[in-house]
């Protein structure tokens, strides 16, 4: 079976720092990977997705960057952190239906502190 | 352009009670619909979807959702709510050409014992 593994759990960082989040998935290849991020109140936005190594989409331009370096690893980054940036951080993964009729499937998210 | 509105921010429900959570939706050509769950510090979790067919689409946990397309909705019920349903639940909608759903901005769903 397909699982999704995201790191770490919880991380608090001050202002400035620079930022890796990781998210690895298992059992599947070649699958659709999307970062988003989901404020207190609630709403998903997507920051990134990817259809492919090094294949990176953009969706809202900020100081995160994303990386694809292996078909089931995804990295968000950040050289430096603004308190803006808190929240948390969720990876996802879709397979590739032909009519691209799959669902999402999520990690257990990062909650990152920006203080 | 794609978009979802779930109306109710909140639905309070009483335990053995039947709940709907309502979703409508708007799209370019055939949609794919999606129901899913999110409890507290978790991630989503998939509940159902809606491809084509049967306009009741049977999912995890007992939910069902019905796809109605003149009223362009998808609404999740559930014939008898548990407290354990207590959590936030997000609509979702993708066309055929799109790799990115567009989701709402999720319903909190209160069951009281």
């Known amino acids: 079976s397909q699982t999704i593994h995201q790191w770490p759990a919880t991380l608090v960082q001050p202002v400035g720092s620079p930022l890796s989040l990781e998210c690895t998935v298992e059992g599947t290849s070649n699958p659709n990977l999307y970062w988003y991020r989901q404020a207190a109140g609630r709403g998903l936005q997507l920051l990134f997705y990817?259809?492919?190594?090094?294949?990176i989409s953009s969706e809202v331009p900020q100081n995160l960057s994303a990386s694809r370096p292996q078909d089931r690893q995804f990295i968000l980054s950040s050289k430096k952190l603004l308190l803006s940036d808190s929240g948390f951080y969720l990876c996802a993964w879709s397979g590739r239906g032909m009519w691209n009729n799959q669902p999402q499937h999520f990690g257990d998210g990062t909650r990152l502190s920006i203080l | 352009a794609q978009s979802v509105a779930q109306p109710e921010d909140q639905v309070n429900v009483a335990e053995g009670n039947p709940l709907t959570v309502k979703c409508t939706y708007s799209v370019s050509g055939n949609p794919y619909l999606f129901w899913y769950v999110q409890y507290p510090n978790r991630g989503l979790q998939f509940l159902l979807k809606y491809i084509t067919g049967d306009n009741l689409v049977k999912g995890s946990y007992g939910f069902e959702a019905e796809f109605n397309k003149s009223q362009t909705s998808f609404h999740l019920k559930k014939p008898s709510a548990l407290v354990s349903d207590s959590a936030l639940y997000f609509c979702a909608v993708r066309s055929g050409g799109s790799y990115i759903p567009t989701f709402g901005r999720g319903t909190s769903l209160i069951v009281h014992p």
């Open positions: 990817s259809v492919g190594i090094g294949q």
